[in-house]
């Protein structure tokens, strides 16, 4: 081609080789194609992405998604508070737990040989060291007389009777001895 073309000497280009301008046309044309499948990429992307959006939105009549997401983080605040709470409670059970009776033993029996229906008795009452005491009721035509031995790590330091030591074995578990 010629360097004078009418063309470019009407648009004030006459300068310009005509092979320049249409090697500079052909690049332009090429990066118009190339942006052009770029958007056609990023409209697939953009089409798939609201399809996901439209699959996680639907069933919500709530008016936004932040909304939900605000109940549901005051729901976990609430939860965490109440968990919280429940678990200071069982510490203090638990602890209260330590010093409540747990281990009872219970034996009944005739105090003397001529009164029937075994109307004694010999009740121990433990917590979980093994605290406590032992009540032994003896009742006999006379009348009924009660006394309480106290009860520290399993021992008393007052010798126990009998009946009272088999009370004090079924609180704590033991066999009878």
Known sequence: MSTDSYILDYTGLHGLNMDTVIISLLVLLALFLILFIVILVQGGRLKKLNR??????????????????????????????????????????????????????????????????????????????????????????????????????GSCKIELGKEEKEALNIAMGEKNV
């Open 52 to 153: 996901r959006l439209d699959k996680f939105m639907r069933g919500t009549e709530a008016g936004s998604l932040e909304e939900e997401i605000a109940k549901i983080f005051a729901d976990n605040t609430y939860l965490k508070k109440v968990s919280e709470e429940n678990r200071h409670n069982i510490k203090t059970l638990f602890r209260n737990f330590e010093s409540a009776f747990q281990k009872v033993g219970l034996v009944k029996y005739d105090a003397l040989n001529q009164m029937g229906g075994k109307l004694s008795f010999s009740l121990a009452l433990l917590d979980e060291k093994d605290n406590g005491f032992v009540l032994n009721s003896v009742h006999s035509n006379d009348g009924s007389y009660c006394y309480a031995k106290e009860i520290t790590k």
